[in-house]
């Protein structure tokens, strides 16, 4: 079952701080099937194209991490994923759809091995497919399209932005 955003530590956190850019630690997963289509969901609330992303939850590594955020987004079951990039640099601060600026840390795997069954709608979703990488739909953020950019230059270095 997915925490809602208030009950979340984040959203704890921002009960607290109210408005004041703060950092949010999260996961990024580039899900991938056998003719090397990514996995993008459609957010509810906003209607972009998004890799399975989240943020962690206090008591949670930053792989369970992943694997939570990739279930609750789509179903599927993370088995395996490796470490490919992390995102930090100040440029990457952004605003939530609450109004909440925050600066983005976010650690990006590369899903190897999944099992389970893709669901096209979850409690925070409203479609997911995977999409050629030539054919990307327009309304996903330049965010993504850096981290495929990042995914085809992966040479086994932990890419540090």
């Not at 179903?75 to 759809?97: K, M, N, Q």
């Not at 050629?132 to 399209?145: G, K, Q, S």
Request: with cysteine; proline share 4%.
């Amino acid at each position: 079952m997915p925490i809602h955003y208030e009950d979340s530590y984040l959203g704890q956190i921002r009960k607290l701080i109210g408005k004041q850019k703060m950092i949010s630690i999260g996961a990024r997963a580039i899900v991938q099937d056998s003719d090397g289509r990514i996995l993008l969901v459609r957010r509810s609330d906003n209607g972009d194209w998004v890799m399975p992303a989240g943020s962690m939850e206090l008591d949670e590594s930053i792989l369970e991490t992943c694997k939570r955020e990739v279930l609750e987004e789509s179903g599927l079951i993370v088995e395996h994923a490796t470490l490919i990039a992390v995102y930090s640099h100040p440029r990457y601060s952004f605003v939530t759809s609450y109004g909440d600026p925050y600066q983005m840390t976010s650690f990006v795997f590369r899903v190897d091995k999944w099992s389970g069954e893709l669901l096209s709608e979850t409690d925070e979703t409203v479609d997911a497919r995977f999409f050629a990488l030539d054919d990307l739909p327009e309304n996903m953020p330049e965010l993504y399209r850096e981290t495929i950019g990042d995914l085809k230059n992966f040479d086994g270095t932990v890419i540090v932005k």
